[in-house]
């Protein structure tokens, strides 16, 4: 059974950073890509970051250079190291997993944690 379990969001000021980190079992990274996707108040999923079954890391276009998705296999964790933050990075983050090629999509997943609150403020 597939489980992932995300911590460390939470109440930042804009400018500041967070850490998030998600927990697997049941899989392995090595065989699954993984990724992060976060849903705004009243919008849809959109895709984050993400680190290929391969090694290959994909970001999307507004946190390419104020975020970093990173892998620890021996932990079966996988992280998403956020700086610089936002107003507009407020979100629910969710860690997702799957082996579809499509990794850098919101929807390319099988598997989804229950969501951690990222709130940046003034």
């Known amino acids: 059974q597939v489980q992932l379990v995300e911590s460390g969001g939470g109440l930042v000021q804009a400018g500041g950073s967070l850490r998030l980190s998600c927990a697997a079992s049941g899989l392995t990274f090595t065989r699954y890509s993984v990724g992060w996707v976060r849903q705004a108040p009243d919008k849809g999923r959109e895709f984050v970051a993400a680190v290929s079954w391969s090694g290959r890391t994909r970001y999307v276009d507004s946190v390419e250079v104020r975020f970093t998705v990173s892998v620890d296999n021996p932990k079966n964790t996988v992280y998403l190291q956020m700086s610089s933050l936002k107003l507009e990075d407020t979100a629910v983050y969710y860690c997702?997993?799957?082996?579809?090629?499509?990794?850098?999509?919101?929807?390319?997943?099988?598997?989804w944690g229950q969501g951690t609150q990222v709130t940046v403020s003034t």
């Open positions: 997702a997993a799957g082996t579809s090629p499509q990794y850098y999509r919101a929807n390319g997943y099988e598997y």
